[in-house]
Nanobody, 115 residues
């Protein structure tokens, strides 16, 4: 089992920045990709960004150039730096870890972008 704990969400004004963190614990050996999804009210959960164990990254078109995903393997933590935030980025953000073709999810952290 892998446990994931997110932190760093909150309320921010449009154009502002936030950094989300996701700390993994438990059976973390051989975790492959880690990433972030988000779900806005009334919408389906969507992929935001993913990073492999080798450091390759992929982003949703809507966040390219504004969000950066990174990973500290020594700390078993993945980060999502979010800049130039927009109201449409408002959502619950979930951390996910892939291990042996099983996805493990965090509890989510709320990000609200509003003036």
């Amino acid at each position: 089992q892998v446990q994931l704990v997110e932190s760093g969400g909150g309320l921010v004004q449009p154009g502002g920045s936030l950094r989300l963190s996701c700390a993994a614990s438990g059976s973390i050996f051989s975790i492959n990709a880690m990433g972030w999804y988000r779900q806005a009210p009334g919408k389906e959960r969507e992929l935001v960004a993913v990073i492999t164990s080798g450091g390759s990254t992929n982003y949703a078109d809507s966040v390219k150039g504004r969000f950066t995903i990174s990973r500290d393997n020594a700390k078993n933590t993945v980060y999502l730096q979010m800049n130039s935030l927009k109201p449409e980025d408002t959502a619950v953000y979930y951390c996910v870890a892939d291990k042996a073709d099983t996805d493990y999810w965090g509890q989510g952290t709320q990000v609200t972008v509003s003036s």
